[in-house]
């Protein structure tokens, strides 16, 4: 394991920002992954897992305590089996399973991260989500101490959301397993309409899986959600905030509050999330509350592509991020009484 101290973990982040931590430690294999774990435990040491660091918002002072780097590889493909080690690069395995024909996370295309994070935050986006496909998480529990098997149902998947992010301090993945599918080289049946546009078919349609990718990837690079070094609108998070879902009350009073704002006839997005639920989305609050593209004359402004990632420009600190997301709950709240929630892991900091 490669060990270094007083080690800067701001490069380590798709945000570019945060301190140092007392130590980083970079491990390359499973049981060095374990090791540190233990270790760490077993002195009361704190201990932060940092993956591809995208969704790590970390505190200007840094980290006191001992910083993880899963770095570890493995991609195995057998028939429509996929198994990938935690510290996979997650668009580079998407890539792969394309390459081999398959379908099922092909619309997850272009996702910052590694491998083992997918099952933590149930990564999805352009109708697809880990939870789908995904068969088995290998991780090691901190509690038990031993290395443990979970099945998708013991995942506890929901929007956003999983047994792992209910519990964060218990399990550390290591190894992810999908069943995906084989269907001529086709895609899975498209289900988000903005896709199905972009490719010029209907929803529910088979497409190339290739062009499936192709099109999300275009999607994704219009709204600045592809990292690229040199745009400035790919330094963040992704999305920032989770879209909100309401229940009938809930619903019923942000409709009001609506319409008292943008008129009797204004009708925001909405989208079933279950009996009695209603999800709308955070990027329309946003904007509609007064947070435009590009907004912010400091150094964390608004994206110029989307109003749902905050950014760093460059020269920005996290509390400066942090002071933006702040001034755009409180503005969304006071606008239509709904409360956003943040998206990335933070520490040593809140909202």
């Known amino acids: 394991?490669?060990?270094?101290?007083?080690?800067?973990?701001?490069?380590?982040?798709?945000?570019?920002?945060?301190?140092?931590?007392?130590?980083?430690?970079?491990?390359?294999?499973?049981?060095?992954?374990?090791?540190?774990?233990?270790?760490?435990?077993?002195?009361?040491?704190?201990?932060?897992?940092?993956?591809?660091?995208?969704?790590?918002?970390?505190?200007?002072?840094?980290?006191?305590?001992?910083?993880l780097r899963v770095a570890t590889s493995g991609f195995v493909l057998d028939g429509t089996r996929l198994e990938l080690a935690a510290g996979e690069v997650w668009t580079d395995a998407v890539a792969r399973t394309v390459e081999a024909g398959?379908?099922?996370?092909?619309?997850?295309?272009?996702?910052?991260?590694?491998?083992?994070?997918?099952?933590?935050?149930?990564?999805?986006?352009?109708?697809?989500?880990v939870a789908t496909t995904l068969t088995e998480v290998v991780a090691y529990d901190?509690?038990?101490?031993?290395?443990?098997?979970?099945?998708?149902?013991?995942?506890?998947?929901?929007?956003?959301?999983?047994?792992?992010?209910?519990?964060?301090?218990?399990?550390?993945?290591?190894?992810?397993?999908?069943?995906?599918?084989?269907?001529?080289?086709?895609?899975?049946?498209?289900?988000?309409?903005?896709?199905a546009r972009a490719l010029g078919v209907e929803p529910g349609d088979r497409v190339p899986v290739a062009a499936a990718r192709e099109a999300v990837l275009d999607l994704r690079a219009g709204k600045g959600m592809v990292l690229d070094p040199d745009d400035h609108d790919t330094w963040s998070a992704g999305s920032f905030f989770t879209n909100p879902i309401l229940d009938d009350a809930e619903y019923a009073a942000f409709l009001d509050?609506?319409?008292?704002?943008?008129?009797?006839?204004?009708?925001?997005p909405a989208y079933p999330a279950g009996e009695g639920r209603t999800k709308t989305s955070a990027a329309w609050l946003i904007d509609k509350a007064g947070?435009?593209?590009?907004?912010?004359?400091?150094?964390?402004?608004?994206?110029?592509?989307?109003?749902?990632?905050?950014?760093?420009?460059?020269?920005?600190?996290?509390?400066d991020l942090l002071a933006l997301a702040r001034e755009v709950v409180a503005g969304v709240r006071d606008a239509f009484g709904v409360t956003l929630v943040n998206e990335p892991v933070t520490v040593g900091v809140s909202l």
């Open 1 to 67: 394991m490669q060990v270094t101290h007083d080690a800067p973990l701001a490069p380590l982040t798709t945000f570019r920002l945060g301190g140092p931590a007392q130590r980083l430690i970079t491990a390359r294999t499973d049981d060095e992954v374990v090791a540190a774990v233990r270790e760490a435990d077993r002195a009361g040491t704190p201990l932060l897992i940092i993956g591809g660091g995208s969704n790590l918002v970390i505190g200007d002072k840094g980290f006191d305590g001992t910083a």
């Open 102 to 129: 398959l379908a099922g996370v092909e619309c997850l295309a272009g996702i910052p991260g590694s491998a083992g994070a997918t099952p933590i935050q149930n990564v999805g986006a352009y109708g697809q989500e």
């Open 142 to 195: 901190r509690r038990a101490e031993e290395t443990v098997t979970l099945t998708g149902a013991d995942c506890a998947f929901a929007y956003r959301h999983s047994r792992f992010k209910a519990d964060p301090d218990r399990f550390v993945v290591l190894r992810v397993r999908f069943e995906l599918e084989d269907a001529g080289g086709m895609s899975a049946p498209i289900r988000y309409a903005e896709t």
């Open 257 to 268: 509050r609506v319409r008292d704002r943008l008129g009797p006839d204004t009708a925001p």
């Open 291 to 319: 947070f435009t593209k590009g907004y912010g004359t400091g150094p964390a402004r608004i994206s110029t592509k989307h109003t749902l990632a905050l950014t760093n420009r460059g020269d920005a600190t996290t509390e």
